[in-house]
């Protein structure tokens, strides 16, 4: 049965977390990007998770935001996605994203991020998200990364695409496929409300307005019997 992700509540009571071998680690360099579309683009939506937090849903990517993708990748069942924990911030579990290539679709650049950060190539696309997703940093965390990438980003814009894993789990790999450096340490299935609230705060609204397009592919786990 088909519901809405408001309405999987339930979270998993002990989890499969599943381990890599340990990695040093910082937030990777972002690629390099195309340039931003104009930001005249109206703003369809808008919701702020906090004082310093805001996400919108864009036609286009405004300027001064970094072109991204993220990633929500499902079971093959449809009922979890794939939540990892960050290398640099074990606390901090997300979805895979990267940045846009210079030239690339945001399609292509969503199946090489998926290769890239967990080995993946058995998926198929399922669903894109119709508007970019755009969120600004806190201010404590737009100074690291900018600092960090010589940057000057206001947040990122980023095209988010649901995938269904067909493959065994077997085939994750946190190594990805050796291009980069790995990213996180461990990984597990979440339900989707579960994926919400262990994310960073600043990620949770895009991660809500991702969730509500994908609603609609996701299945219910089945009700057990008694």
């Not at 088909?2 to 040093?24: E, G």
């Not at 310093?52 to 405004?62: G, H, K, N, R």
């Not at 300027?63 to 911030?89: M, Q």
Request: glycine residues 6%; contains cysteine.
């Amino acid at each position: 049965m088909v519901a809405a992700a408001s309405a999987r509540c339930c979270l998993l009571a002990n989890p499969i977390v599943h381990h890599s071998r340990p990695a040093a680690s910082a937030l990777r360099l972002p690629r390099r990007t195309r340039p931003p579309l104009s930001s005249s683009s109206s703003r369809s939506c808008s919701t702020s998770a906090s004082p310093l937090v805001t996400v919108a849903s864009m036609d286009a990517p405004p300027e001064g935001y970094r072109t991204n993708v993220g990633i929500c990748l499902a079971n093959p069942s449809l009922t979890k996605i794939f939540s990892a924990s960050r290398i640099d911030i074990p606390s901090a579990w997300q979805m895979p994203q990267g940045g846009i290539d210079a030239g690339e679709e945001p399609r292509a650049a969503a199946v090489r991020e998926l290769r890239e950060e967990t080995g993946v190539t058995s998926a198929e696309i399922v669903a894109e998200a119709p508007n970019w997703l755009t969120y600004d940093f806190p201010p404590d965390v737009r100074a690291k990364l900018n600092a960090r990438w010589g940057t000057n980003w206001k947040g990122q814009a980023q095209k988010w695409f649901l995938f269904r894993f067909t493959g065994n789990d077997d085939e994750i790999n946190l190594n990805g496929d050796g291009s980069e450096k790995p990213e996180f340490g461990e990984w597990t299935w979440m339900m989707p409300q579960e994926v919400i609230e262990k994310a960073v705060d600043f990620k949770k609204p895009v991660y809500e307005e991702a969730l509500k397009h994908f609603a609609p592919h996701l299945q219910s786990e089945p009700t057990v019997s008694s």
